[in-house]
């Protein structure tokens, strides 16, 4: 016999002994006998009522002479003497209670023996379940896949749903004939790669493009997460590994698609002082390779995968026959934002005079998931001004709440602090103007936004950029250290408004002298890499390396602050020669709060180049 068995055969025998306990108790109370109050048996014996009795120690019980209610047994609970003596000289009616009978038994002993036993045999038939199979709930289950399945219907996206990345719609489309034509399209004897890694920024529609190939191709989408794989027993990511693609392959042709692989994919520590690493990621990720080479590409299998971090996957990942073609889904261009804004307009309601053209060249850096916020925060605009159509003035509000951060009208500054950011912003404007080959001033404004904004100069970029020159970069630390420059020279200090305008100066002064060799005296050099992992070991956390001695450092230090320096005379010498503009408009922004559209523009119409002190501040410039 076993012990589940044993448990059930005392668990019947204890539930046997209650009912027969109960039962008995019953019989005795409903049988005829009359229960009367101890002070009314006292009561019969003095009347010479009572035939005979039987005492216990809590109990008297006996016969009646004569009938009492047609019943001649009697029974009665015994009182202490002392306090019955005490109640018939004042005439109480007085019974007493027996403390330890057979319902208080039960209650006391048998009924707890038996709800332990009870559980124990629950929780014992609990275990053997989930010890023995792997149900839902089950102690097995831990191992299996957590991966969500969705069929043709689910999925619901397509190619025609993903707009701004046709170079990696192209590439994927491979993916759809083959798994739609596996034969056909391996006529030749081409194979399709085991696995394809989408590498782009957050929110460029990495999950988006997975979900549309699934859908297109009518196929099975296996969507896990790589963080889903680690847990706390060693050894479960790599079963939960095995049992994703035994699933896959039961149901191929399908697609596996993996989001966030660099939380399991992570490069595997070197050997050292910093060796070791976590064992289950090692074990999950040793098991992820092995599926790699071990499944066959005519399958039908398809492993997509999507990361913003490719440099800290393991190179085990990447190399040839595993995730051996990468998909770039980089930031959207001018004319990709266009598509994507059409796409998620579909569903709004637009004035016939907005042009989606405007606001993709307003959007510069936004990525798809940036502008599907951007028509939802328009849409929402509109529906508090209780618009019927989303107008021109809602998406514009709505990228500056985006860019510049939410207005912030109960933050009340003083009249001092309000002039002061008047003629910083101004700052901004002015030198933005003089100088060739920047942005256009789009808005300027002192009501503050943000965490930390007291104002905000917006400039509309006329195109997308990839390359910049060494002047181009020398006069965008011009227009930010403007604002700097206007406080210095209007008030003759310097407060604390320019804090990130120095950082992000700064910022690119260092670019140009350590990455991108601009700096002379140091030559055609590039002093620092990217981010490369902790003392050069991959996948491990750590800084910039540093490839030079000190004193090649002090040089570095030096050129930075005369790159910094210079910028900002140039922004001075400009204000200098339109210190008459630059008071006047400060006042108008002051009265006004917000300048754009063709007041902005009739003021910074009225921009010189500078004169002789700009032209001594160029000349100051090229000399470093």
Known sequence: MNRKAAGFNLAYV???????????????????????????????????????????????????????????RFVTTRVDPEIAKELDAHGVTYTGRVENGLVSLVLSWVIPIGLFFGVWIFLGRRMAKQIGGPGPG?????????????????????FADVAGVDEAKEELKEIVSFLKDPKGYG????????????????????????????????VPFFSISGSEFVEMFVGVGAARVRDLFEQARAKAPAIIFIDELDALGRARAAGGVFGGGHDEKEQTLNQLLVELDGFDPTAGIVLLAATNRPEILDPALLRAGRFDRQVLVDRPDRIGRLEILKVHTRKVLLEEAVKLEEVAQL??????????????????????????????????VAIERIVAGLEKKNRLLNPKEREVV?????????????????????????????????????????????????????????????????????????????????????????????????AGALGPVTYESEPNGFLGVPGMPGATRRLYAEETAREIDVAVRGLVEDAFQRARGLLVANRALLDESARELLAKETLSGAELAEVLGKVRAGGAQVAAAAAMTGAR
């Open 14 to 72: 204890l539930l046997a002994a209650l009912g027969v306990l109960v039962l008995q108790d019953w019989w005795v109370r409903s049988e005829a006998v009359a229960r009367i109050p101890y002070s009314e048996f006292q009561k019969l014996v003095r009347e010479d009522k009572v035939a005979k009795v039987s005492i216990s120690t809590d109990q008297v019980s006996g016969e009646l002479k004569q009938a009492l209610n047609g019943k001649t």
């Open 138 to 158: 089950g102690l097995m289950a831990i191992g299996k896949s957590k991966a969500k399945v969705y069929v043709e219907t689910d999925t619901k996206v397509t």
């Open 187 to 218: 006529r030749l004897g081409a194979r399709m790669p085991k696995g394809v890694l989408l590498v782009g920024p957050p929110g460029t529609g990495k999950t988006l493009l997975a979900k549309a190939v699934a859908g297109e191709a009518s």
């Open 363 to 396: 959007t510069p850096g936004f990525t798809g998931a940036d502008l599907a916020n951007l028509v939802n925060e328009a849409a929402l605009v509109a529906t508090r001004r209780h618009a019927e159509r989303i107008a021109m003035v809602d998406f514009n």
């Open 422 to 518: 008047a003629h910083h912003e101004m700052g901004h404007a002015l030198v933005a103007a003089a100088l060739p080959g920047t942005d256009a001033v789009h808005k300027i404004s002192i009501i503050p936004r943000g965490i930390g904004a007291l104002g905000y100069t917006i400039q509309r970029p006329t195109e997308d950029r990839y390359l910049m020159t060494r002047e181009e970069l020398e006069n965008k630390m011009a227009v930010l250290l403007g604002g700097r420059a206007a406080e210095e020279l209007v008030f003759s200090h310097l407060s604390t408004g320019a804090a990130d305008d120095l950082s992000k100066a700064t910022e690119i002064a260092r670019s140009m002298v350590t990455r991108y060799g601009m």
